[in-house]
């Protein structure tokens, strides 16, 4: 398994809009992209600082994933995503060390980027993403 970095840390938030306003003018930083992703019942706002991402996730539904982490824990860091070079072989590695997988196929995500989910029960409590950028013949 070769991750190479962090990807992006995943904020959960109950209103993108306001909190776009936050990181833009108290932060100083610039949202770059804001994208639903329809089968994921979200909506993400990015920023970027030095190498990292931070996605802002707004739940369209209340029943989609962000919006049951809200309802549960409130607003807050919700994941931390690292790139990988392999995420089929990657997820089969961690699998084989006994990682429960939510994803066990890889899946598109924003930014056009293959995701899979390893369960936060087998990572520590940290619900952990691991992306790939698609190969030219996925896109």
Do not use: W
Not at 19 to 32: D, F, W
Not at 108 to 128: C, D, M, Q, W
């Amino acid at each position: 398994m070769e991750l190479t970095h962090i990807e992006h840390i995943g904020i959960a938030v109950k209103n993108l809009d306001d909190s776009i306003k936050y990181y833009e003018n108290v932060l100083g930083l610039k949202c770059y992209a804001v994208e639903e992703v329809k089968d994921q019942k979200v909506k993400t706002a990015f920023f970027m600082i030095g190498q990292t991402k931070i996605e802002l996730l707004e739940s369209t539904e209340p029943d989609g994933p962000v919006g049951k982490f809200i309802e549960k824990k409130g607003e807050g860091i919700h994941h931390i995503a690292f790139a990988a070079s392999n995420l089929k072989d990657t997820l089969k590695e961690v699998e084989a060390k006994g990682v429960q997988l939510i994803d066990k196929e890889p899946r598109r995500g924003a930014e056009g980027l293959n995701i899979a989910f390893l369960h936060p029960k087998s990572t520590y409590g940290v619900l952990t993403e691991l992306c790939e950028k698609p190969a030219k013949s996925d896109e």
